[in-house]
């Protein structure tokens, strides 16, 4: 049975992003042909400074969403990382595996250290050690595939560089990971600024789509989308940026290609209202089932609690071979 694995980090709301780049493939392939595990990261939301009431909350909503989204607790684990103690465990024997130099390099802890640095003054030492603990998250499970949207694929191959180092160090205790990533949107860009991603934790959220966001909210900020000079709707990722944005946007939302939509419309207006239409229609369903689990709490926390009880089972004997193959002895 092939193992997937892939997680979402609860350090702000939901985004189109997120969804186009990964959930919405959890929810129609992933599940279906694997045994696919899925978690909110919590542990990944302390890197960064945080409110400790807020990251509480959104990793509820967090859940909330990924259920109403369609992830099927009959068909995949969901859970929470912080409820199964097997992550923290094995990302410190990450810890010894990886190198400073290998943390150093990674493109999101070059993007978020200066912004710490700016916003707090100093960096918390878990941004830079960030990739062990998801290498862990990932290798702890047997897995095979990660789906991830672009920003972390770079992650995942630091995950397969570290199983295969620590296989052939101490010998095979982990299954090496591969990313796969959708064949468009897997890097959705902000609205307001189409040579950057659509991030959640953004502090600028006019180009931010939120999966919750009331449907005015959303039309209006795609409507307001920043487009390119020039007239004609062409598919050039570095001439037109904002245009391909929204053509990617919306082929992914229809299960088009961005290149032939491209030819369907004459008019910049035309386009963001097709895909405004297009992404209110795909949250719909979603916002609707979201207001149905959030009055129904206790099926949320029984599902997570069941969700974390199989992944401890699932995690436990991997982490504790790989605690014995490192040179630790084990408990009599
Ligand atoms: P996070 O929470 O930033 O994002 C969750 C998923 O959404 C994808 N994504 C995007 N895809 C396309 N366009 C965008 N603008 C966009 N923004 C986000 C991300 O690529 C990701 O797949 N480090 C991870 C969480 C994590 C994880 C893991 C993932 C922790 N451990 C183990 C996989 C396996 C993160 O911060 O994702």
């Given at each position: 049975q092939r193992r997937i694995f892939s997680g979402v980090k609860p350090t702000g709301h939901l985004t189109l992003g997120n969804y186009l780049g990964a959930v919405r493939r959890w929810v129609q392939e992933d599940q279906h042909r694997a045994d696919a595990l899925f978690c909110v990261v919590d542990l990944h939301a302390l890197t960064v400074e945080h409110d400790p009431a807020r990251v509480r909350r959104l990793t509820r909503q967090a859940a909330t969403l990924l259920l109403a989204s369609g992830l099927d607790p009959e068909r995949c684990t969901l859970f929470v990382q912080?409820?199964?103690?097997e992550h923290a465990r094995l990302s410190y024997l990450m810890e010894c595996t990886a190198t400073d130099g290998e943390m150093r390099r990674m493109i999101q802890y070059k993007e978020k250290a200066p912004r710490e640095q700016a916003r707090g003054g100093s960096v918390r030492l878990s941004l830079l050690t960030y990739p062990a603990l998801m290498a862990a998250d990932i290798l702890a499970y047997g897995t095979h595939e990660v789906p991830v949207g672009d920003d972390q694929v770079q992650h995942v191959e630091l995950a397969r560089d570290l199983a295969q180092r620590f296989n052939q160090r101490y010998g095979p205790v982990f299954t090496v990971p591969r990313a796969t990533r959708p064949q468009v949107s897997a890097r959705v860009m902000d609205?307001?600024?189409?040579?950057s991603k659509m991030g959640k934790s953004h502090a600028e959220t006019a180009g931010i789509v939120y999966l919750l966001d009331e449907p005015d909210v959303v039309r209006k900020k795609i409507m307001r989308a920043v487009t390119d000079s020039g007239t004609e709707v062409r598919?050039?990722?570095?001439?037109?940026p904002g245009v391909t944005n929204l053509l990617e946007v919306l082929a992914s939302c229809t299960d088009g290609k961005p290149e032939t939509l491209a030819g369907e419309f004459t008019s910049y207006g035309a386009l963001k209202q097709a895909t405004a239409e297009a992404v209110l229609e795909l949250l719909r369903p979603i916002r609707a089932r979201h207001a149905e689990l959030c009055a129904d709490p206790s099926y949320v926390d029984g599902v997570l609690r069941a969700g974390a009880e199989r992944a401890r089972g699932l995690a436990r004997p991997r982490v504790d071979e790989a605690y014995a193959a490192i040179g630790l002895l084990p408990p009599a």
């Open positions: 912080s409820h199964v103690d609205l307001q600024d189409p040579t598919y050039d990722r570095t001439e037109q």
